[in-house]
């Protein structure tokens, strides 16, 4: 089979989770024979391939412009129309049978699955976040879980400054959500891959029928996280990821306040991996608190260095205060046998088995955090480890590439004969 996989970046430096599902797709469909060709964005960190001459131009959100600049930008998040004559090249030339969309939107724009309509391709879209029915694709905004714009309310992303707290880039998106509303360009997809059960359930909440939308787990490069050798369980716990508001690394840092004034904390240690907008934020919260000596921020980590300091933590919490859809992080811990606590919202839950690989609190609630983190540090070396080998088989069950190849494909397959009789 002839697959088009489409991700706007083409970059294992880039993005997260999403990059990480999209490559391992790639490499698993590629290994059973598949012919496979890409379509992203121009890239310096892009791995070398057969297509860059179809990639978009480059450029960064995140960089400061001028106002002119950023109007140029703002038009392409809503329509990009460089992309959509270099995808009408690439079809051309490559005529796939099917196209997999990942996360493409706000630099390839929704405007390419008005081409790929347009040249009679099957659609199959995996929904790594919640952008389907959220402009700001978080459901959170001002420090909360927000569905302000259900039933089509988009406006309302402009009214909270859901994007970037500012009512410029809010009012993009909102342009961007009510344009491609009335084009229908979502309904132009034939079927949606949620990764999680709540992001199913979720979406049709919001009024995508369920009949659209199948349950797939991402894969998993399991080989990038092999234990090299046995790490000795040390006194910290640890959070690592992305230093951002929906996160709840606030919450994590306030339990373990608590828990050192009620003396249970002991000689136990937290570590902060990682970076983002909230560092500042997080750090000024530790020094208030007078936790200096017992909440350390270690930066940005990789490869080894990241795998040992998982790998030697007593336990990894993942406090997060918003809908997770599948957070690699579950899975990346399991499988470096650690024992997790993670919060109750969105899709994280899916991937532990309660209990045994770790426990779950109620998001958002500080005091059941304390308790569950106490729990477990009063726990021996020998049950966290015992917890942590459930974690590792666990992690290999779901990430069982046979199983997930033969449902990936049944679902192209299920597409393709969808389309076939549309035409008959």
């Known amino acids: 089979m002839k697959i088009l996989q489409v991700h706007k970046y083409y970059s294992k430096k880039r993005g997260s989770g999403s990059v990480t599902a999209f490559f391992e797709i790639v490499k698993i469909l590629k290994k059973k024979g598949h012919r496979v060709a890409i379509f992203s964005m121009q890239d310096e960190t892009n791995k070398p391939n057969d297509y860059e001459k179809y990639f978009t131009t480059h450029f960064d959100l995140n960089e400061k412009v001028g106002f002119w600049k950023m109007v140029i930008l703002a038009g392409k998040i809503i329509f990009n129309r460089e992309a959509q004559k270099k995808l009408a090249e690439l079809l051309d030339k490559e005529k796939p049978e099917i196209a997999h969309l990942h996360n493409f939107y706000h630099y390839l724009s929704p405007s390419i699955i008005l081409t790929l309509k347009k040249k009679n391709i099957p659609i199959v879209m995996t929904l790594h976040d919640y952008k389907l029915i959220c402009p700001n694709y978080k459901l959170f905004s001002q420090g909360k879980i927000c569905e302000k714009c259900k039933g089509g309310k988009y406006y309302q992303c402009f009214l909270n400054k859901c994007s970037k707290n500012s009512y410029a880039a809010s009012l993009t998106l909102m342009i961007e959500a009510y344009l491609h509303k009335i084009l229908k360009t979502y309904e132009k997809v034939d079927l949606f891959i949620a990764p999680s059960h709540f992001m199913k359930e979720k979406c049709v909440e919001f009024g995508i029928p369920a009949k659209k939308i199948s349950v797939l787990k991402n894969p998993f490069a399991t080989e990038d996280f092999r234990i090299n050798g046995e790490w000795q369980e040390k006194d910290y716990f640890l959070y690592y990821g992305r230093l951002s508001e929906e996160k709840g ?59 040992k300091t998982i790998g030697s933590a007593k336990f990894i919490v993942l406090p997060s205060v918003w809908f997770d859809n599948l957070p690699l992080i579950v899975l990346e811990s399991q499988l470096l046998q650690r024992p997790l606590i993670i919060s109750d919202l969105g899709g994280s839950k899916e991937l532990m088995l309660t209990g045994e690989t770790g426990f779950i609190f109620i998001g958002g609630d500080v005091e059941d955090l304390v308790d569950k983190m106490n729990h477990v540090l009063t726990l021996t070396p020998e049950e966290r480890k015992a917890m942590g080998e459930k974690g590792r088989k666990n992690a290999l069950a779901v990430n069982d590439e046979e199983k997930l190849y033969i449902k990936l494909l049944a679902i192209y397959q299920e597409v393709l004969d969808r389309c076939t009789r549309k035409e008959d």
């Open 249 to 307: 690394i606030g919450d994590l840092i306030r339990a373990t306040k608590k828990l050192f004034d009620e003396k249970k904390l002991g000689e136990n240690k937290l570590f902060i991996l990682g970076k983002g907008p909230e560092k500042e934020n997080l750090e000024r919260l530790v020094t208030e608190l007078k936790l200096q000596d017992k909440i350390y921020f270690l930066g940005f980590k990789t490869g080894e260095e990241l795998k």
